[in-house]
């Protein structure tokens, strides 16, 4: 399948919505807070046991991206569109087949597994197209795309939670309930396949600099420096930190308040996850666009260091005011989604458009880590807590303060970050040649 080259006059305008398309679908993702709850009720898990397909989704995302980026940059985003498609869609009817027979190792497999392989081959499918077909504002288009990850959660949370209030929380409800999401989306992912093209040359826009400017290096080269292993550090704290609250969001905020005037209902806690993936989308487009304004390395300095912040509020006051809690946990989840959205143009900066997708799917494995890393944390020291017999806000307090240590270790990295030594660039005249047969690829 080749990729798809635009027609002389094609807008470039048209391609985030063919991304926005992938990724508003696999962000369902985010949404997996909602069946935690049922899955424990209808299959006897523990808090720590319903986390493992997430989990092993965010771990299949970062190593079939890690392992998948070349392949994504030699077949073009097309291929790699309908990779993710046939995938994820299959985990989710994999999962309902699970979940019919009771048979939880099969919701792993299928979510966990298969549908992670998708996650990771959907989430880089348009990145590096994105890139070149925007070399004046790599930031906000990277936000735009990968804005939908995070806000394909506000849509698939009051969503999932209406069809298991209609079909049932036991397990034929949820059965029912991932074979709907499977089919459906699959349906929608398809518009992204058929819609998606790449620039006829490396200068898509008038005016614009060149998507092939500047130094240039190698995907096999990049993990080889220093700033790629900073940059991994840095997301993979960055993530841990956000993925702790947003995989457990549903129970969290009804543990915290249980035992107040204003408990928190069912309902009212997937608005909570609905509310954080508004953050977590409107943190990607908003926070890497101001990338392009004040720089990559300063922007992560918001992150880390006033996520830190945001943390030792809730972790000091959170169980007092309940507005203080949401407010706290929204910036912390805009802070994770831009963060996610950005590292595309930090990497692009640093490394060149050459490659920048593989690159970028191997600094994923970071983001596998953390998806490993987050919710274990957070739903490890709650299940320990809860045995010694404590409960509510007295559940996570050593899970935050964790997690303010880690954003105190990414900070650092970030500091550390420096421009690529020029030994690890691709020699002028191979550079050239990279150029031209581009060129003559993308216009046959």
Not at 134 to 157: K, Q
Not at 253 to 275: C, E
Not at 399 to 425: C, D, T, Y
Request: net charge positive.
């Amino acid at each position: 399948m080749s990729p798809p080259v635009a027609p002389p006059g094609w807008s470039r305008w048209l391609v985030p919505p063919a991304a926005l398309s992938v990724h508003l679908s696999i962000g369902q993702a985010y949404a997996w807070s909602v069946f935690k709850p049922p899955l424990e009720s209808a299959l006897g898990l523990s808090g720590t046991q319903s986390a493992l397909p997430f989990q092993l989704g965010i771990v299949m995302l970062g190593l079939s991206a890690a392992f998948g980026g070349t392949l994504v940059e030699r077949n073009g985003p097309r291929w790699a569109m309908t990779v993710a498609l046939i995938c994820f869609s299959s985990g989710f009817l994999l999962s309902a087949l699970g979940a019919a027979t009771e048979q939880y190792w099969l919701i792993v497999l299928g979510y966990g597994f298969v549908g992670g392989i998708g996650l990771g081959i959907g989430y880089i499918s348009p990145v590096s197209t994105l890139i070149k077909w925007f070399p004046d504002r790599p930031g906000m288009a990277t936000g735009i795309a990968i804005m939908g990850f995070g806000g394909g959660a506000l849509i698939a949370s009051p969503w999932s939670a209406q069809m298991l209030e209609s079909f049932g929380s036991d397990s034929s409800g949820i059965a029912l309930a991932f074979l709907v999401h499977g089919l459906t989306y699959a349906v929608f992912m398809t518009l992204g396949v058929l819609l998606v093209r790449v620039p006829r040359t490396e200068k898509p826009v008038e005016g614009a600099p060149s998507a092939l400017a500047g130094p240039q290096v190698s995907a096999r080269s990049a993990v080889r420096t220093p700033q790629f292993w900073c940059l991994w550090v840095v997301l993979c704290m960055n993530v841990t930190a956000g993925i702790g609250i947003l995989e457990k969001a549903a129970p969290m905020i009804t543990d915290f308040f249980a035992g107040t005037s204003t408990p928190v209902s069912v309902s009212a806690a997937a608005g909570f996850v609905a509310l954080l993936s508004a953050a977590n989308m409107a943190g990607r487009i908003g926070w890497s666009s101001t990338s392009d304004l004040i720089g990559r390395k300063n922007i992560y300095r918001v992150y880390l260091g006033v996520g830190a912040v945001m943390y030792a509020l809730i972790a000091l006051f959170g169980d007092s005011s309940k507005p203080l809690f949401i407010l706290c946990a929204l910036v912390i989840l805009s802070f994770y989604g831009g963060g996610f959205a950005t590292v595309p143009a930090y990497l692009k900066d640093l490394f060149g458009t050459y490659q920048v997708g593989a690159i970028h799917g191997r600094l994923l494995t970071a983001w596998s880590t953390a998806g490993v890393l987050g919710p274990l944390i957070v739903n490890w020291i709650a299940d320990r807590q809860e045995d010694a017999g404590k409960h509510g806000s007295s559940l996570y307090g050593m899970s935050f303060v964790i997690m303010i240590g880690l954003l105190v270790v990414g900070f650092v990295a970030n500091e550390l970050v420096r421009p690529v030594n020029a030994r690890h660039h691709i020699p002028a005249p191979r550079q050239e040649a990279v150029d031209v047969q581009r060129q003559q690829s993308e216009s046959a």
